[in-house]
């Protein structure tokens, strides 16, 4: 279980998990984001506060300090930082020496070209070609083409329509009605 207890008096804080509620108060933060309630604490100005953590028979008790983050950076030393750029250097000139190995683009071009000259090549063995032959047709001397004129009745058929019949509702009008009775009486006689 973790608690927090808040010292500090005349503040309203509202955690988001929990209703809101004045300070000084003990609250329970067992199923809250612990990162988020500091940070809530530190935003309304909240210094003197606890986090109790309740674990069996083991108790640990948190304050301020120990959610402070550090100003200052911590020193590196210098020789790791150049080992590192130094790996990082060979790995770049391995990973250029891979790339220089690989065939150039035209030979890759090539290889290509004759993989697609050899999958041709068996199609056709597989396939029978037939001999086409294209003609013109051309009217005399004006080199211009001969347009055919085609019969409507290849393109429009004659539909029979002495079978069809036409289905549907039908309607008929029996009169102007006035009133509201008469109405009733003239739908009622119908079938």
């Given at each position: ?46 210094t ?35 080992e590192r ?63 055919e ?43």
């Amino acid at each position: 279980m973790i608690k927090l207890n808040v010292k500090e008096k005349g503040h309203i804080l509202h955690i988001p998990g929990n209703a809101p509620f004045r300070t000084p108060a003990k609250v329970d933060i067992t199923h809250m984001n612990l990162s988020m309630v500091i940070t809530i604490l530190n935003n309304n100005g909240i210094t003197d506060f606890e986090i109790t953590s309740t674990d069996g028979d083991e108790k640990r008790v948190y304050t301020k300090k120990d959610f402070e983050i550090g100003k200052e950076p911590p020193k590196q030393d210098l020789s790791k930082i150049d080992e590192r750029f130094n790996k990082i250097e060979k790995m770049l000139y391995d990973l250029a020496k891979k790339k220089s190995k690989k065939s150039d683009p035209q030979e890759q071009i090539t290889n290509k070209l004759n993989a697609l000259e050899e999958l041709s090549k068996r199609i056709l063995e597989r396939e029978r070609v037939k001999e086409i032959v294209y003609t013109s047709k051309y009217d005399g001397d004006s080199k211009k083409p001969i347009i055919e004129e085609l019969d409507e009745d290849t393109f429009v058929p004659e539909v029979d329509i002495s079978k069809m019949e036409l289905k549907g509702s039908s309607s008929e009008k029996i009169g102007e009605i006035e009133g509201a009775e008469e109405a009733a009486d003239m739908l009622s006689r119908l079938k």
